[in-house]
């Protein structure tokens, strides 16, 4: 079946750097992606979203860029802190209007800030 | 505010004993979701609701049954407890889904850890 899936499973970079977190999505009827972040012990929360007819969405600190050609989504993250280590979830909406908004997840990177 | 609000935040069953998680939102949202997560497996959708009184399966709805008698509740049940059911569970909510996109980002709870001996 279709799905959504990550990459890699960990990543760790040095506080300062930039990180790139990537995630490969199947369904080409997609057209609404999103980043979550998750803390331990914490539900997941909304980092940034994207539409289908872009390319490219800047948010503070985050960027996302969307490949609709190799079906490929990155996540940036600009000068990377000791609070953004977390586990970071792409996620796709298969839903419509009568059945909410149904994302489907992927795996889940684990971002690991070195200080 | 407090948004999405998850009770209890953990609990620990034996096989067959039955519980309800409860799942309140105080944003008005007509959409709401229950979620469990597995290590390695992401999140995966159990039931949802698009509007009080109604309520759909999801991914894996199996074992689990829910209730939306109120707009700002969300009620998952667990008749008969298994093993496989051990996870953390997350409720979530969102606005109506509206032409443009409008009400797919989701707002999750905290989460309930919840293991079946």
């Known amino acids: 079946g279709e799905s959504v899936g990550l990459h890699l499973p960990t990543l760790s970079v040095q506080e300062g750097d930039n990180s790139i977190i990537n995630c490969a999505y199947s369904?080409?009827?997609?057209?609404?992606f999103i980043w979550y972040k998750q803390e331990s012990g914490k539900g997941p929360q909304f980092i940034i979203d994207i539409r289908s007819n872009m390319d490219k969405r800047q948010g503070q600190r985050v960027t996302v860029l969307l490949n609709k050609t190799v079906k490929h989504l990155s996540l940036q993250i600009a000068a990377t802190q000791p609070g953004d280590s977390a586990v970071y979830f792409c996620?796709?909406?298969?839903?419509?209007?009568?059945?909410?908004?149904?994302?489907?997840f992927g795996e889940g990177t684990q971002l690991t800030v070195n200080p | 505010n407090a948004g999405v609000t998850q009770t209890p935040k953990f609990r620990v069953l034996k096989t067959g004993q039955s519980m309800t998680l409860l799942c309140a939102q105080d944003?008005?949202?007509?959409?709401m979701y229950w979620y469990r997560q597995d290590p390695g497996m992401g999140l995966r959708l159990i039931h949802y609701s698009v509007g009080e009184g109604t309520t759909a399966k999801g991914e894996v709805p199996d074992g689990y049954n829910v209730s939306r008698l109120k707009k700002q509740n969300f009620l998952l049940g667990l008749e008969s407890a298994a093993p496989s059911q051990t996870s953390v569970y997350f409720c979530a909510s969102s606005y109506r889904l509206l032409r443009g996109g409008v009400g797919e980002k989701l707002f999750f709870g905290s989460g309930t850890q919840l293991s079946v001996l």
């Open positions: 996620a796709e909406n298969m839903g419509g209007e009568t059945s909410g908004s149904r994302l489907t």
């Open positions: 944003m008005n949202h007509e959409y």
């Open positions: 369904n080409s009827a997609s057209d609404y």
